[in-house]
Nanobody, 127 residues
Framework: QVEVVESGGGLVQAGGSLRLTCAVN????????LAWFRQATGKAREFVAA???????AYADFVNGRFTISRDNAKKAVFLEMNDLKPEDAAVYYC?????????????????????WGQGTEVTVSS
């Protein structure tokens, strides 16, 4: 069983920055595929960013260079650095883990590819 806990959400003004952290309690963290998704009130969950085991990265189009996903295998953590936040970025952000990733596994954007999820951390952006 893999435990996933997000933190770092909060209230920020438009144009501000936040850094989300996802702590993962798993024995083989360095082998995991990682991703961030988000869900705004009344909307479907959507892909934000993914980081494959081999270092491959994918971002949603709306990120447009504002967000950066990264990992620290020693700390068993994945991060989402978010800059130039907009009111439309307000959502609950979820960390997702793909435990069965192999070296050729790409950074998937489909939520169905991920096995473990956290409870989410809420981001609010004031205009």
């Amino acid at each position: 069983q893999v435990e996933v806990v997000e933190s770092g959400g909060g209230l920020v003004q438009a144009g501000g920055s936040l850094r989300l952290t996802c702590a993962v309690n798993g024995r083989t963290f360095s082998r995991y595929g990682l991703a961030w998704f988000r869900q705004a009130t009344g909307k479907a969950r959507e892909f934000v960013a993914a980081l494959a085991r081999n270092g491959g990265i994918a971002y949603a189009d709306f990120v447009n260079g504002r967000f950066t996903i990264s990992r620290d295998n020693a700390k068993k953590a994945v991060f989402l650095e978010m800059n130039d936040l907009k009111p439309e970025d307000a959502a609950v952000y979820y960390c997702a883990i793909k435990s069965g990733a192999i070296l050729t596994t790409p950074p998937y954007s489909r939520s169905e590819e991920y096995d473990y999820w956290g409870q989410g951390t809420e981001v609010t952006v004031s205009s």
